[in-house]
């Protein structure tokens, strides 16, 4: 009887224990809830991982986890971990950082060697000129003259060469602090832009003008906010050499080398990035040639030294405008306008990828063979998505 009551006692205080124990513990199922909550609200990685340690008990060992790091076995430079939203999770990227390629989380690094959308593609079968350039034949026959409707269309892609050039984290970390670039990636594209005769049944439907652009690019990557300009960045600056010609023989023969820059600026304010304001700055020096094998010396006074693009993505549409000018006493320039909303947004079961694209352009410099001719046309046609 003594042995039961003193079972009794002894039970009746291990279970007091127990619920003092379980009711003074921060860690009831109600604070852990709440603790796991405030560990998953840190948006630094650090921060977080010590949270959780704490709560687990465990000890903490500081390590950096964001940032520029080279890695422990092979010392190759590691790519920077995106910004986070509010919720920590990943920030989407932008058109630009989509454009470019300029996702830094490394698990991410999957695309050198593969095609991306350099400028628009797009196949235009309306393609109206009120003024084609009646200089040029179109064939040997003298009589052989351009329709004023033809078809304009162009194929232009990039591929990554060669990513994060500057591998040594040291420097590129000097690099970052000294000049803000956050990495240097090599780039090779090409564009392709053809201007075809189909409706000239009588002179066999030639193709007009084709222009062929090989392009050795470098960009250097910013991503970086620009002061007191409300979240617009700075995305990225591009050097390069640029070659342009349509390929034939003289008189008709143009041709010029360049070398070529631009500087990418973009505001975002739609949900997950997906609307932005872009503005790219391009300019260009051309490179000198020969009086005897220069097929068109005057040709920068009408093209001038660099051209100004504007592009709105604002609810699946996409508007655009680019503007030129030779900055001489005459003032010869261009400027084009365009839109394109994708296929999908007329009806679901329509292409998602490929839009309706109107374009307008009244200037010189439409293509190397009417660079000194003026050209107002109004296209209309269809354009791959390239923002999607």
Not at 51 to 64: I, Q
Not at 101 to 113: L, Y
Not at 132 to 153: G, Q, S, T
Not at 282 to 299: F, G, I, Q, S
Request: proline content about 5%; some cysteine; glycine content about 6%.
């Amino acid at each position: 009887m003594k042995r039961l009551k003193y079972a009794t006692t002894f039970s009746a205080g291990l279970a007091c224990f127990l619920i003092v124990i379980i009711t003074a513990s921060p860690a009831t199922a109600t604070g852990v809830e709440e603790a796991l909550a405030r560990c998953a609200a840190m948006t630094d990685n650090a921060a977080r991982l010590k949270c959780y340690d704490e709560l687990s008990g465990r000890e903490f060992t500081p390590k950096e986890t964001s940032g520029i790091l080279p890695d422990q076995q092979t010392g190759v430079l590691d790519i920077q971990t995106p910004s986070k939203d509010a919720a920590g999770q990943p920030k989407a990227l932008s058109v630009m950082e989509r454009h470019w390629d300029m996702n830094r989380e490394a698990k991410k690094e999957r695309n050198t060697f593969v095609l991306w959308p350099y400028r628009p593609c797009y196949f235009l079968p309306i393609a109206y000129n009120s003024s084609p350039n009646k200089d040029a034949d179109l064939d040997f026959d003298p009589k052989a003259k351009a329709l004023h409707n033809e078809v304009k269309f162009q194929i232009s892609f990039k591929f990554k060469l060669w990513r994060d050039i500057i591998r040594s984290a040291a420097i590129q970390n000097m690099i970052t602090k000294t000049t803000g670039i956050r990495g240097v990636d090599l780039w090779v594209a090409y564009t392709q832009q053809s201007f075809w005769q189909l409706y000239n049944s009588d002179y066999s439907a030639p193709f007009r003008e084709t222009n062929y652009e090989p392009e050795l690019l470098l960009n250097f990557r910013f991503q970086q906010d620009i002061p007191y300009l409300m979240g617009t960045k700075l995305q990225f600056i591009n050097v390069g050499f640029n070659h342009q010609s349509n390929g034939r023989s003289e008189p008709l023969s143009r041709s010029w080398n360049r070398i070529v820059a631009s500087v990418g600026l973009e505001k975002s304010f739609g949900p997950e990035n997906q609307e932005t304001f872009g503005l790219l700055l391009k300019t260009w020096v051309r490179v000198p040639e020969k009086d005897e094998t220069d097929d068109n010396p005057d040709l920068t006074d009408y093209t001038g030294y660099g051209e100004l693009w504007g592009t709105l993505y604002w609810k699946k549409q996409r508007f655009a405008v680019m503007l030129r000018n030779n900055l001489r006493s005459d003032n010869v320039g261009a400027v084009q306008l365009e839109w394109s909303m994708p296929l999908a947004t007329i009806h679901q079961k329509l292409a998602r990828n490929i839009s309706l694209y109107v374009q307008y352009f009244n200037g010189y410099g439409e293509s190397l063979l009417d660079y000194n001719k003026s050209t107002n046309r109004i296209s209309v046609g269809l354009m791959l998505a390239d923002w999607l």
